[in-house]
């Protein structure tokens, strides 16, 4: 599976992104998708998480109400909706699947990341 997300970019705090993952060579429908995020100096933490079934997760209380997981499984890509966006939420985000449909992990299938900054 080739994961490629995109819609990152320089925002100011309060502001909205909205990042997309397309996905090619496996449909995702049955799989668990999910987006994480790595600020500089920081480990890779999980932002959310969507189960086959539509069961969402998102892995901070902080990302709870701000934050939007969707997925569409007829065009194979999955989105996350970024609103109220603060200084500590800059970090490149990545779109990662997998077939065990678990927001537990492991992750099988990486996208390249979006590099998301929010400054004003």
């Known amino acids: 599976v080739q994961l490629q997300a995109s819609g990152g970019g320089l925002v100011q705090p309060g502001g909205s992104l909205r990042l997309s993952c397309a996905a090619a060579?496996?449909?995702?429908?049955?799989?668990?998708v999910a987006w994480f995020r790595q600020a500089p100096g920081k480990d890779r933490e999980g932002v959310a998480c969507?189960?086959?079934?539509?069961?969402?997760?998102y892995y901070e209380d902080s990302m709870r109400g701000r934050f939007t997981i969707s997925r569409d499984n007829a065009e194979n890509t999955v989105t996350l909706q970024m609103n109220r966006l603060k200084p500590d939420d800059t970090a490149v985000y990545y779109c990662?699947?997998?077939?065990?449909?678990?927001?537990?992990?492991?992750?099988?299938?990486w996208g390249q990341g979006t590099q998301v900054t929010v400054s004003s």
């Open positions: 990662t699947t997998d077939p065990h449909d678990s927001c537990l992990g492991p992750w099988a299938y």
């Open positions: 060579g496996e449909a995702l429908d049955l799989n668990a």
């Open positions: 969507m189960r086959s079934t539509g069961h969402t997760r």
